[in-house]
């Protein structure tokens, strides 16, 4: 099987870490949730996997129990564009590495956040000085924010690594003429959260989430992971099937599909 770049989304404990944890050894995982890894680690002790955590000022403020963050977050950027950097130079590193099979970026959804708020306080550190700090950036501004996602996802298949990233769900919204003017409103669907054209760069996308099944005493029920293909660039017979959440799953629905087609 070829180096493959995978996006794994699901609410939160759908196991998207875990299925990202079973793809080939050695492998380096990119904490940036913080905490992520060590639900599943013990599913994988002994196994060739390295985890560090890539935290954000935001992120350990609310660990410590911070109040009024998110107020303060809005007005100055503090620490991120460094985070950024921090990542963007071990990301090279682990290219590098000619031994390193699976760079796992847990998840990719923070991974977004952190690329383009580090882009808007680097905007804000070239203000002149006395001038209130932008709070966003413009429509046209996220042309380089897209263009550094972009070269990730790249360079994964460049140097032939296998690249595995975890993302959470977000709400659709439309929007509609109202008594009120034209308003938003939640459409009921789910998408992937982070960065928009993930979707059309990677090779496939996951989605896990649990199923009930019944035990044998038919009685009660439990819940276990369980995933479909929801897009392929390998192999249209993939969408829609369901697989096991693990890379084994993913590489015998690719062989199945392959011989069927």
């Not at 699901?10 to 890894?37: I, N, Q, R, S, W």
């Not at 960065?195 to 009660?220: C, G, H």
């Amino acid at each position: 099987m070829k180096k493959l770049v995978v996006a794994v989304w699901g609410a939160e404990k759908t196991c998207k870490t875990t299925m990202a944890l079973t793809f080939p050894k050695p492998m380096y995982h990119f904490d940036l949730d913080v905490g992520g890894f060590e639900r599943a680690r013990d599913r994988f002790e002994g196994q060739d996997i390295v985890s560090e955590s890539f935290a954000t000022p935001l992120q350990v403020e609310r660990l410590m129990g911070k109040v009024n963050v998110t107020t303060r977050a809005s007005r100055r950027i503090v620490g991120v564009r460094e985070v950024w950097q921090e990542f963007l130079v071990k990301y090279v590193e682990l290219l590098k590495d000619e031994k390193l099979e699976t760079i796992v970026i847990d998840s990719a959804t923070q991974l977004w956040t952190i690329c383009h708020q580090g882009f808007l306080q680097e905007r804000q550190e070239n203000q002149k000085p006395g001038t209130p700090p932008r709070e966003s950036l413009l429509p046209i501004e996220y042309g380089e924010p897209n263009a550094r996602m972009r070269s990730i996802l790249y360079a994964a298949r460049s140097y032939k690594k296998n690249l595995v990233l975890t993302h959470y769900p977000r709400d659709v919204y439309a929007q509609k003429v109202t008594a009120k003017g034209i308003e938003d409103y939640k459409t009921g669907g789910i998408e992937i959260d982070g960065f928009r054209q993930t979707s059309a760069l990677v090779d496939v996308v996951v989605s896990t989430y649990l199923s009930e099944v019944s035990l044998p005493d038919q009685k009660n029920k439990v819940k276990v992971p369980a995933a479909n293909v929801t897009l392929s660039g390998i192999g249209l017979g993939m969408i829609g099937k369901g697989l096991e959440p693990t890379y084994d799953g993913l590489v015998r629905l690719y062989e199945e599909c392959k011989k069927a087609s």
